[in-house]
């Protein structure tokens, strides 16, 4: 009999890092441990109309509440959960959020004569979180970085039940080059002014920089914050070296086509999980600047091997750095770069994956 894993969580967008890494972590169990299924249950929250299409040959459903009042929804959601695991007979649990993981351990105490291992995954900095002590109801905790590792201690995890898997990188054959005249800064995700993308910040101190620069920002947000930002950018008078390109459902591809050559990529954010796209513009050779945000960039950024972090907010430091790119200073090679995050690519990845599981299904 296979071990049959179910991946709770509230809906989720679609177009996400996290869909990016719970899809990767499918696979390659799917690949290469064949004796376990893994399955999505989305606990259906209201006037949210996620994207599927990330779920392509990956069994999900949908639990659905009309209670208004929020603790008998969520045991409402357990309800219809405990039926799901007996069904099924589920041999762990994996819950993307707080909530998400207050609901399954109601669900799973509910199954008698059977323990189920609950695994709590965030996605996100646990500091400030919305009910972060839900979390402590878990078994086990997977960390996305050793920033989400330490939080989970401080919140009273023994360590001894933290697996520190980071996310998984497709390790990329292709360089995506640097430009030989004008420096194209790169950004890729979503798109907020303030916390905790902080893009008012990155645009503050690029105006502060001499000479030929551009910047293409590759992702979405909310067309009020797109709007005040391209007023703050004709405020700051750049507006003219900022490209837009909105969101692509194939980012990478679309930078080497449209784009094609890039000098290096920028994260200002005030606080991280695991920054995915600063890491696989790591995987094509680009040199990476972020600001030492918890959590994530500390265990990506290697100063001058493959890219630099400074404090954030520090704005002097950041224009420094950036001014010192656009007067050519010598980078590390490109496959160099490549080659320093190669704990994060996929067959270190899945040896974390594996052992953990080794332990939790035993």
Same mark, same amino acid.
């Given at each position: 009999?296979?071990?049959?894993?179910?991946?709770?969580?509230?809906?989720?967008?679609?177009?996400?890092?996290?869909?990016?890494?719970?899809?990767?972590?499918?696979?390659?169990?799917?690949?290469?441990?064949?004796?376990?299924?893994?399955?999505?249950?989305?606990?259906?929250?209201?006037?949210?109309?996620?994207?599927?299409?990330?779920?392509?040959?990956?069994?999900?459903?949908?639990?659905?509440?009309?209670?208004?009042?929020?603790?008998?929804?969520?045991?409402?959601?357990?309800?219809?959960?405990?039926?799901?695991?007996?069904?099924?007979?589920?041999?762990?649990?994996?819950?993307?959020?707080?909530?998400?993981?207050?609901?399954?351990?109601?669900?799973?105490?509910?199954?008698?004569?059977?323990?189920?291992?609950?695994?709590?995954?965030?996605?996100?900095?646990?500091?400030?979180?919305?009910?972060?002590?839900?979390?402590?109801?878990?078994?086990?905790?997977?960390?996305?970085?050793?920033?989400?590792?330490?939080?989970?201690?401080?919140?009273?995890?023994?360590?001894?039940?933290?697996?520190?898997?980071?996310?998984?990188?497709?390790?990329?054959?292709?360089? !995506?080059?640097?430009?030989?005249?004008?420096?194209?800064?790169?950004?890729?995700?979503?798109?907020?002014?303030?916390?905790?993308?902080?893009?008012?910040?990155?645009?503050?101190?690029?105006?502060?920089?001499?000479?030929?620069?551009?910047?293409?920002?590759?992702?979405?947000?909310?067309?009020?914050?797109?709007?005040?930002?391209?007023?703050?950018?004709?405020?700051?008078? !750049?507006?003219?070296?900022?490209?837009?390109?909105?969101?692509?459902?194939?980012?990478?591809?679309?930078?080497?086509?449209?784009?094609?050559?890039?000098?290096?990529?920028?994260?200002?954010?005030?606080?991280?999980?695991?920054?995915?796209?600063?890491?696989?513009?790591?995987?094509?050779?680009?040199?990476?600047?972020?600001?030492?945000?918890?959590?994530?960039?500390?265990?990506?950024?290697?100063?001058?091997?493959?890219?630099?972090?400074?404090?954030?907010?520090?704005?002097?430091?950041?224009?420094?750095?950036?001014?010192?790119?656009?007067?050519?200073?010598?980078?590390?090679?490109?496959?160099?770069?490549?080659?320093?995050?190669?704990?994060?690519?996929?067959?270190?990845?899945?040896?974390?994956?594996?052992?953990?599981?080794?332990?939790?299904?035993?």
């Amino acid at each position: 009999m296979p071990n049959k894993i179910l991946i709770t969580s509230y809906n989720i967008s679609g177009f996400g890092g996290m869909e990016t890494v719970c899809r990767e972590f499918i696979l390659l169990l799917k690949q290469r441990r064949p004796d376990i299924t893994v399955s999505f249950v989305f606990f259906n929250a209201k006037q949210t109309q996620p994207n599927d299409d990330w779920l392509d040959n990956i069994k999900y459903s949908r639990l659905y509440s009309n209670i208004k009042n929020g603790k008998l929804r969520r045991i409402h959601y357990a309800l219809q959960l405990r039926q799901l695991l007996s069904e099924q007979k589920i041999n762990a649990i994996i819950a993307l959020d707080s909530i998400a993981c207050y609901n399954s351990n109601i669900s799973r105490k509910l199954i008698l004569g059977r323990q189920i291992p609950l695994i709590s995954w965030p996605h996100f900095a646990i500091n400030g979180s919305y009910k972060k002590e839900y979390l402590l109801k878990a078994d086990y905790h997977y960390a996305i970085s050793s920033g989400i590792a330490r939080q989970l201690v401080a919140l009273g995890v023994d360590e001894n039940n933290i697996f520190t898997l980071f996310n998984p990188i497709k390790k990329q054959d292709i360089v !995506i080059p640097r430009p030989k005249e004008k420096t194209i800064f790169l950004y890729v995700g979503r798109i907020l002014a303030k916390e905790p993308k902080q893009f008012a910040f990155l645009f503050t101190g690029l105006a502060n920089v001499s000479d030929d620069w551009q910047l293409n920002i590759v992702g979405s947000g909310e067309e009020n914050e797109i709007n005040e930002l391209k007023l703050l950018a004709k405020k700051l008078n !750049i507006a003219d070296k900022i490209n837009w390109h909105a969101w692509q459902p194939e980012a990478w591809s679309y930078i080497q086509k449209k784009i094609t050559a890039i000098s290096a990529f920028l994260l200002t954010s005030n606080t991280e999980g695991f920054p995915m796209a600063l890491a696989e513009a790591i995987s094509y050779g680009i040199y990476a600047i972020s600001s030492d945000c918890p959590a994530g960039p500390e265990d990506i950024i290697k100063n001058d091997i493959n890219g630099e972090l400074f404090p954030v907010n520090d704005l002097p430091c950041f224009v420094n750095i950036l001014q010192s790119i656009v007067d050519n200073k010598t980078l590390p090679s490109q496959v160099s770069i490549k080659n320093s995050i190669s704990n994060f690519y996929e067959d270190s990845y899945f040896d974390r994956v594996n052992s953990s599981l080794k332990k939790i299904l035993a």
